[in-house]
């Protein structure tokens, strides 16, 4: 179930690849590529028909396409939290999003967090951050105070594309967040790009300037996350699509493109066999904002699948097996421990959430790599937990229990009928909720949540 039958053959040649090369490079270059609210339906690998997406396809035909993936939280900064720690981020109060701000000093990622730009920068990795950082604003939680040698992006939760509205040099206010001039390391620069494009080209500079040594480029779009704002030649690409649809296609589609150039650069540098990549979303797709989740329920900022499964895809040539599918649940807290796997990282004091995919991807292991896996947002008003087959949602106040083997949409509660499943479920979350603490901080207003 888990891997095509037919590509046994090439499984075990990669096996033994993999021992032969493991002596060869034991640091391959780490690339994580994060979309922005990018919806589970919203890719060719997972089904999608409206927006053709062959680059990120790509890096699913060349590795690992993920039908369960998981994020920890249905929207942007914690769930950012959690990959860059590989820990629940209810564990150190990082459950909200971050309000705008440059300067406070208690509202960041805990500096007490190891955060895998770290490690890497310790293992002699040549780290670079691009897009989106969203995990505070004070320089001490800055990408280049948290392991990042450079950065190029911004700081807040969103931004507008299009650089002549980026014209705010010293923001204050959190309405001039989104128009704040790029920071490139730690100088303001004018940009001619639309944003999308300009991170493409800062990635594969990088890529470039970086052939010879391990690098870890950690690309987070904030593509499609609104303000909807597309280029008109990728606008005119859909024009049989409506209302919002067509210009979040449009920016689906920009960063297709960009995604396609990074993964020419590695080609043209040499270094794509190299490079164990990663992609995917850190939460569902927005549904008023022209995304779909199909065939999911609900959508960003829920605890239904819509708002926490997401596209995900994985390759390392030669390594993991190419056009492989892996249907078991897996989550984004798997992203730092599969990378301290293959770099042979000491993480033991880290205190990982996750489990390294590989022996899983390769079948080397056939269980489950999660027995149970836990959601809880805003500390505790939504909380959700996977179980085998069965999830139970706490949303409004009332508890839920879905068997997502017959029920993938969610559609039957079964609460009533399977009471004391749902005790059995909800025990283990009071067991895994009482090694959490209290949120460091609210989300902000309700209207600048996402
Ligand atoms: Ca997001």
Redo the contacts with the bound molecule.
Sequence with gaps: MKIFRDLWPMIIVSLGVLSVQAEVNDKPNIIIILA??LGYGDVGFLGCKDIPTPNIDRIATEGIRFTSATVTHA??SP??AGIMTGRYQQRYGHECNVPFSLTNPNIGLPLSETLLSECLKEKGYHTMMVGKW?LGGAEKFRPLSRGFDEMFGFLD?GHEYFPDRLTVTDPVFHKDGYRTKLLKNTERVDEKEYLTDAFTREACEFIQRNAEQPFFLYLAYNAP?VPLQAPAEYLNRFKTLTGNRRAYAAMVSTMDDGIGRVLNSLDEAGVHDSTLIFFL???GG?LDHGASNAPLRDG?GRVYEGGIRVPMAMCWAGKIPAGGRYDEVVSSLDIFATIADVISLECAELDLDGVSLIPYVTELRREPPHNILFWRLGGGSMSAVREGSYKSVRINGNYELYNLTTDPQEKNDLSKEQPEKLQEILKSYQQWNSQLVAPCWDNPKPNNI?
């Design positions: 922005d609210d929207f942007c769930s950012r969203d939760g996350h979303s850190d939460n927005h960003k996402y």
